[in-house]
């Protein structure tokens, strides 16, 4: 099955950029739907969402400032992090949905990057 390791979090000032990437140990095309999360005081929320054929959903907080897309050829999703906000700061999960490729494999989660916004 499909495992994913997540890259690019860090320490960044307020206002600054970064971008995640979730890569993952096989083909995602067949995934139909992509998320991030992040986690901040043991609460887990969804961050921004992509579904095959490009559609996609953010939480209200990050709309305008956080953009994901996925490159099925390279097996990865992206997170593209603008104007960063202390209120940013967090664990960043990479989530996959389940999919079936001659035998069905549940969701599953990465290991999480950490994000650390100073103000």
Do not use: P
Not at 67 to 84: G, H, K, P, Y
């Amino acid at each position: 099955q499909v495992q994913l390791v997540e890259s690019g979090g860090g320490l960044v000032q307020a206002g600054g950029s970064l971008r995640l990437s979730c890569v993952g140990s096989g083909s995602i095309a067949k995934i139909k739907t992509m998320e991030w999360y992040r986690q901040v005081r043991g609460e887990r929320e969804l961050v921004a969402r992509i579904i095959s054929g490009g559609r996609t959903i953010y939480a209200d907080s990050v709309k305008g400032r956080f953009t994901i897309s996925r490159d099925n050829a390279q097996n990865t999703v992206f997170l593209q992090m603008n104007s960063l906000k202390s209120e940013d700061t967090g664990v960043y999960y990479c989530r996959r949905d389940s999919y079936c490729s001659g035998v069905c494999h549940a969701g599953a989660w990465g290991l999480g990057t950490q994000v650390t916004v100073s103000s």
